[in-house]
């Protein structure tokens, strides 16, 4: 198969070799790659495998599926490659003809050149550049609000870093946070967003000095340190923010993974009144007794069930669930993603309590954020 496509896109003079081997495919990966062809079945690894590394290293390289399983799988694989924010730009059915693959690269070709935006990110970020960022404190954060829906004020802000890279541009966590924990710096760059977010939070004022909580989100890994709370607490006062100011943030499918090597440390924040919050919830699968379990005041349902409440009833049901749910467990119940006026009216009928997302405001930095408050509160 490797021996064929080469054969044809050689004669179309265009450079390419074949591997079915995933170390030599990963070497093989230069920054002068324009396209790549995955089969999904291989001998020593399958496609998705290799779909979860590319996704690791950022990779926006066009892909094009080569396989003969059936349409479903095609699509789920479709469906997971754009999840991981991969770009699959088609697929060929094997057996397939000489002349259909020489179409499938003819119309490659045509479209040309990737988006400029996109450029800077078809070279894999190499695994030094993170060490760099987090020793040369390449971060900048942006805040998001959250809006109580009784009363329409704002209650608290997200923080959330961005990756300002030299010579990239702002690039998002969604591409760096995962390699952060392979890497192990993950618990570094928790403590710059941290000690950052502290920092600017004394820019937020409320009327009347209303309490607003900063949200930080904090990787399990870094919740495995028996010294944690310490730390943490030792920045609090460092900063002079009180612990009832703040809430951690861990998603569920992290605390799921690794709930018996961190439920101590939890705990302990609780103890010290740290609150905290099960991120991302519906995504992780957490039982009714694990979530019994996690001594967690807020749970925050995850943005996709949000978007598809209108679509989808098993969506909507998700959301009034949950909703009900984390009240019944005593919990403060927020949803994130919300971007229309129907989410929103339909959250304030079941009763959630707080909203955050595009329709209010993206995150911002510091800053613009300060000036949305403002705006929004009318002082
Ligand atoms: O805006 P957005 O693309 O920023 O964030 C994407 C995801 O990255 C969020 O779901 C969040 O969980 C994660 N994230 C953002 N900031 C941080 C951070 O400071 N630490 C960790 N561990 N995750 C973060
Ligand atoms: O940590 P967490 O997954 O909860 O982070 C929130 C993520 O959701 C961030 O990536 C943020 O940029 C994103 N986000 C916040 N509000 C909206 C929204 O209204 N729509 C979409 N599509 N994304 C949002
Ligand atoms: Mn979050």
């Avoid at 009784?150 to 690039?171: D, M, Q, T």
Wanted: net charge negative; charged share 20%.
């Amino acid at each position: 198969m490797g021996r064929l496509i080469c054969d044809a896109t050689n004669t179309m003079g265009i450079p390419c070799s074949a591997t079915s081997d995933p170390g030599t495919f990963f070497r093989e990966l230069t920054p002068e790659v324009t396209l790549i062809m995955l089969d999904l079945i291989m001998p020593k690894t399958d496609g998705i495998e290799i779909l979860r590394l590319l996704a690791q290293q950022g990779c926006r390289i066009p892909i094009i599926f080569m396989s003969g399983v059936g349409k479903r799988i095609l699509e789920s694989a479709e469906q997971l490659a754009g999840s991981l924010g991969l770009s699959v730009v088609g697929h060929l059915s094997k057996p397939f003809r000489i002349d259909q693959l020489e179409a499938v690269l003819h119309r490659q070709i045509a479209e040309g050149s990737p988006r400029s935006e996109h450029a800077v990110l078809h070279i894999p970020i190499a695994d030094e550049e993170l060490r760099n960022a987090i020793v040369q404190e390449q971060f900048v954060v942006h805040y998001q609000p959250q809006v109580q829906l009784s009363n329409n004020r704002v209650v608290g802000i997200e923080a959330l870093v961005r990756w300002k890279h030299p010579h990239r541009g702002l690039i998002f966590p969604d591409l760096f946070i995962s390699r952060m924990e392979t890497l192990g710096l993950i618990d570094q760059l928790g403590w710059i967003v941290a000690t950052c977010g502290l920092k600017e939070f004394k820019q937020v004022v409320t009327p009347n000095g209303t309490p607003t909580v900063l949200s930080l989100n904090v990787s399990i890994f870094s919740l495995r340190d028996l010294q944690f709370t310490d730390y943490f607490m030792a920045l609090l006062r460092q900063h002079d923010v009180s612990p009832h100011n703040i809430i951690l943030e861990i998603t569920e499918s992290g605390l799921i993974k690794e709930l018996s090597s961190t439920l101590d440390v939890l705990t302990r924040l609780r103890m010290k009144e740290v609150k905290l919050s099960v991120d991302d919830f519906g995504t992780g699968y957490a039982m009714m007794q694990q979530l019994r379990l996690v001594p967690a005041t807020e749970l925050k349902i995850d943005k996709s069930f949000v978007q598809n409440m209108h679509t989808s009833d098993s969506d909507r049901v998700m959301v009034q669930k949950t909703v009900e749910i984390g009240h019944d467990l005593g919990m403060n119940v927020v949803a994130e993603g919300v971007e229309t006026i129907e989410q929103l009216e339909f959250l304030r009928s079941i009763g959630c309590d707080v909203v955050q997302g595009h329709l209010f405001s993206r995150p911002l930095p510091i800053d613009q954020l300060v000036a949305w408050i403002k705006r929004h509160e009318g002082i």
